[in-house]
């Protein structure tokens, strides 16, 4: 069904008669009317969108706008996925720090970087850790085998080097 949209100049349509005004009968013809009957008739103007065959030209034309707009959705819809992800993962960040609130006010103690002191024990093979600012026990362990190997410094203070110790040197 077309849309019609009435738009009217107002001016009377002339007919092939000597100036009078056409008119039209109920199946849509030219019909005339007689010439002492002008007053009885009113023609008006006007302008309906209609259905009218597209050139070549129209057609090629909303080809080519129909390909433009199907990428633009494509490209729309893409952009709009990688929105919501990105915001899933701004949400995600809420939540977590809500978590992290809330856990924080139950239990009343939050998690902070705290210097501390790490001391080997090597005669009764303990490791301790302690914080510096309350001085409370945060780890008390037995030592791992690579901690219970002593370090031996090679300075130059045994009068020479490991080659001279072990003859590979010169000399």
Do not use: W
Request: hydrophobic letters at 30%.
């Amino acid at each position: 069904m077309a849309k019609k949209k009435p738009q009217t100049d107002k001016k009377p349509k002339q007919g092939k008669a000597g100036g009078q005004p056409a008119t039209t009968d109920a199946q849509g013809k030219a019909a005339s009317a007689a010439p002492g009957d002008a007053s009885k008739v009113r023609v008006e103007h006007i302008s309906m969108e209609l259905p009218c065959p597209l050139t070549a030209d129209d057609v090629a034309l909303r080809a080519q706008t129909a390909a433009r707009l199907v990428a633009d959705r494509a490209q729309k819809r893409s952009d709009a996925k990688d929105e919501n992800k990105r915001r899933k993962l701004e949400i995600a960040e809420i939540e977590a720090k809500i978590d992290t609130n809330s856990r924080e006010v139950r239990e009343g103690l939050t998690q902070r970087m705290v210097k501390c002191e790490r001391t080997y024990y090597y005669e009764t093979k303990r490791v301790v850790d302690i914080r510096l600012d309350n001085g409370g026990v945060v780890h008390d362990r037995e030592m791992t085998d690579a901690e219970l190997q002593t370090q031996f410094p090679f300075d130059g203070e045994g009068g020479g080097s490991l080659d001279d110790e072990f003859g590979g040197g010169e000399g």
